[in-house]
């Protein structure tokens, strides 16, 4: 265990190490005035996503795969586990009693819970649903920001504040293994279930993005749409320089959870810019931009429109979209001076 683990308590399974639970609570027993709400809060994201874990795992043999044959907000097809992904959230979050507003790419408007609540929830319920039918790596993306009043009534607009405001963010991965993917301001940590204890137990502490990949991850179907600039950087990454260590390699699951997990770890770059598809650019900013920009930039890395920070952008709208491009520092360097026409 390193250094920075000094001052937690002995683990409470020596063979396995700390758990997510030890992990928030000897952070809230190190912050000054820490009333217990946070951590509660974050324990009860913890039990949500075991909980959505449980039926992503039998989704082939629940009936869970599939449509509703409701159309979201978003205009997309509702997916069975997209929906149980959103109420389990809803209801685990509401019942805590921390969260006075919540934000889901599955509902249409961010909802006010029934009393004030100190936090605001945003969430993506379960991001990739279009690959849950073969079987790919998806998962649930989040952020936490503190209500500037927490003794007024909650309102919905409370939920349109810049990603810079966000004291925690974090994603759980539902792949091969279980991740928990999270920081709350002070480094990021990753957390691996395991199945047989059904708890997080501390598998990576203070994970740091390398300045510099050798995969680039971006949906190359989409060259035709995009920009001048960024045709010349996907050519530019595609052609033979060994010196530079090009060409890179190219990955893409279309789970931007999977797509930014090995950016995070393995360095690189993931972009899904602006195109004339969809000039504003596909993702969302609220809970899957701003999340994942606070958790690389945590993590040494950087996350940019292209032109602008992620965290800095004022929303205007729950779903609002953005361009997103994010990963190790030097390599998103290179896309933006591409994009700005400068090489
Ligand atoms: P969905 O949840 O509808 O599958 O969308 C996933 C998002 C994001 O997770 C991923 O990076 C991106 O859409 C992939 O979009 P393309 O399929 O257009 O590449």
């Not at 250094?3 to 997510?20: C, I, K, Y």
């Not at 690959?131 to 939920?159: K, M």
């Not at 393995?266 to 609220?286: N, W």
């Amino acid at each position: 265990m390193s250094d920075s683990n000094s001052h937690f308590p002995p683990p409470v399974a020596p063979e396995r190490g700390t758990t997510l639970r030890d992990h928030v609570l000897a952070g809230m027993r190190a912050a000054p005035g820490a009333t217990g709400e946070f951590t509660s809060l974050l324990s009860h994201i913890s039990l949500a996503t075991r909980i959505i874990l449980s039926r992503v795992r039998q989704a082939g043999l629940a009936n869970m795969l599939g449509y509703t044959g409701e159309i979201n907000v978003q205009g997309e097809a509702v997916q069975k586990l997209d929906e149980f992904a959103n109420s389990v959230l809803i209801n685990v979050l509401e019942r805590s009693g921390h969260c006075g507003i919540i934000g889901s790419e599955e509902l249409d408007a961010a909802r006010t819970a029934g009393h004030p609540g100190k936090y605001i929830v945003l969430f993506d319920p379960l991001d990739g649903s279009s690959n849950i039918d073969v079987v790919s790596t998806i998962g649930t993306i989040f952020a936490v920001l503190r209500r500037v009043d927490p003794t007024s009534p909650p309102s919905s607009s409370e939920a349109l504040r810049p990603g810079r405001d966000i004291i925690a963010a974090g994603y759980c991965l539902y792949g091969p293994s279980t991740v928990m993917v999270l920081t709350t301001g002070q480094g990021v940590n990753i957390f691996t279930l395991d199945p047989d204890v059904g708890e997080f137990f501390l598998s990576q502490s203070n994970v740091m993005c390398p300045p510099r990949g050798s995969l680039y991850s971006c949906n190359e179907g989409n060259f035709a749409r995009w920009t001048d600039g960024v045709k010349n950087w996907s050519n530019w990454i595609k052609g033979e320089d060994k010196e530079e260590g090009r060409p890179y390699g190219h990955r893409y699951v279309g789970s931007l959870v999977a797509d930014a997990h090995r950016t995070l770890l393995k360095g690189g770059i993931f972009a899904y810019p602006a195109d004339s598809k969809s000039p504003a650019g596909k993702l969302r900013l609220l809970y899957e931009a701003n999340p994942m920009a606070f958790i690389f930039e945590q993590a040494g890395g950087v996350a940019t429109t292209g032109s602008e920070r992620i965290l800095d952008l004022a929303p205007t709208a729950l779903h609002q979209r953005t361009p997103l491009v994010l990963g190790s520092r030097d390599d998103v360097k290179d896309y933006v001076d591409f994009a700005a026409g400068n090489r």
